[in-house]
């Protein structure tokens, strides 16, 4: 039996049994490897869906370089690879200040160009976030760079995937946009396109009172490009591995498989080897 024949099976009420094939079990390799090794990585270990942040001198420089490139592209077509670029939650998305403002915008046309010629499947990019007093002007400077950029990406074919992002205490300085259920369901209502889909982060809505089957009720999943799995015990943003938290992950596969998601998943906590172990553990033969 070959690693993507291997099965990822979810028991569920009535003896009925949902099936995940291994090959929609993606690992978010973050920067823990060069974007090149990355993919790499992915083909050595049977990993169809790899995410990976490219470096800051990759973006600086405009790129890898043209043989690299080349050889990139190859592998991701032979192998079958999916790739995905995640954009840094910490680049402000509703930056409005003189320059700053510049800055990430040519950030994120950076990550669409570089997907551009990678033939990446997916960028991930996030709402950025506000400072309480000056939520609207920010949620309106998020939602029209967003929607530039989507302008963007669409004339060079490249898929967004917003991701709703983790709620702060109500008495932070700092909150991310589209992390509130209320304001995901904004942004998805006024963005949603051909171009922006969702990548739905569980582990996020379960920090949110109304958890993460709200989310779930109350969004489309429809449009969802990528759910994201970790786990955190309801109060603050953790990454833990799955099953140390408090994600109840059988019942969240069950309703994410009988409502006919059929992307994939992303294991995004620890190191490769963890992520990898827990994806064995994941996919059982079948």
Same mark, same amino acid.
């Given at each position: 039996? !070959?690693?993507r024949?291997i099965?990822y099976?979810v028991?569920?009420?009535?003896?009925?049994r949902a *099936?995940?094939?291994?090959d929609r079990?993606?690992v978010d390799?973050?920067?823990r490897?060069?974007?090149?090794?990355a993919?790499q990585? #992915?083909v050595?270990e049977?990993? !169809?869906y790899?995410?990976?942040?490219? !470096?800051?001198?990759?973006?600086?420089?405009?790129?890898?370089?043209d043989?690299?490139?080349?050889?990139?592209?190859?592998?991701?077509?032979d192998?079958?690879i999916s +790739?995905?670029?995640?954009t840094?939650?910490?680049?402000n998305?509703?930056?409005?200040?003189p320059?700053?403002?510049d800055?990430?915008?040519q950030y994120?046309e950076a990550?669409?160009?570089?997907?551009?010629?990678?033939?990446a499947?997916r960028?991930?990019?996030?709402a950025?976030y506000?400072f309480?007093s000056?939520e609207?002007?920010?949620?309106?400077?998020?939602?029209d760079?967003l929607?530039?950029?989507?302008e963007?990406?669409?004339?060079?074919?490249v898929?967004?995937?917003?991701?709703? *992002?983790n709620?702060?205490?109500?008495d932070a300085?700092?909150?991310?946009?589209?992390?509130?259920?209320?304001d995901?369901?904004?942004?998805?209502?006024?963005?949603?396109?051909?171009?922006?889909?969702?990548?739905?982060?569980p582990?996020?809505?379960n920090l949110?009172?109304?958890?993460?089957?709200?989310?779930?009720d109350?969004?489309?999943?429809g449009?969802?490009?990528?759910v994201?799995?970790n786990?955190?015990r309801?109060?603050?943003?953790?990454?833990?591995?799955?099953g140390?938290?408090?994600?109840?992950?059988?019942?969240?596969f069950d309703?994410?498989e009988?409502r006919?998601?059929?992307g994939?998943? *992303?294991?995004?906590?620890?190191?490769?080897?963890q *992520?990898?172990?827990h994806?064995?553990e +994941? #996919?059982?033969a079948h």
């Amino acid at each position: 039996m !070959t690693r993507r024949q291997i099965l990822y099976t979810v028991p569920v009420p009535c003896g009925v049994r949902a *099936m995940i094939p291994a090959d929609r079990i993606g690992v978010d390799v973050g920067v823990r490897l060069p974007l090149e090794g990355a993919v790499q990585w #992915a083909v050595d270990e049977g990993v !169809t869906y790899v995410d990976v942040r490219p !470096t800051d001198e990759i973006l600086e420089s405009g790129g890898l370089d043209d043989e690299t490139e080349s050889k990139l592209v190859e592998t991701i077509a032979d192998d079958g690879i999916s +790739l995905g670029l995640h954009t840094l939650s910490a680049i402000n998305t509703a930056a409005y200040s003189p320059y700053v403002a510049d800055g990430v915008e040519q950030y994120l046309e950076a990550f669409v160009d570089l997907a551009d010629r990678l033939n990446a499947d997916r960028i991930i990019v996030h709402a950025g976030y506000h400072f309480t007093s000056d939520e609207d002007a920010r949620r309106r400077a998020s939602m029209d760079r967003l929607a530039r950029l989507a302008e963007y990406a669409a004339a060079r074919d490249v898929k967004l995937l917003l991701e709703n *992002m983790n709620p702060e205490p109500a008495d932070a300085e700092v909150h991310y946009l589209c992390s509130e259920l209320d304001d995901c369901k904004r942004y998805f209502e006024t963005l949603l396109s051909e171009t922006v889909a969702w990548a739905f982060n569980p582990p996020h809505a379960n920090l949110h009172p109304t958890g993460v089957h709200g989310y779930l009720d109350e969004l489309d999943l429809g449009v969802c490009g990528e759910v994201r799995l970790n786990d955190n015990r309801g109060i603050k943003e953790e990454h833990l591995p799955i099953g140390e938290g408090n994600i109840d992950f059988e019942r969240l596969f069950d309703t994410l498989e009988r409502r006919q998601y059929d992307g994939h998943y *992303m294991l995004a906590f620890g190191t490769l080897e963890q *992520m990898l172990a827990h994806r064995s553990e +994941l #996919a059982t033969a079948h």
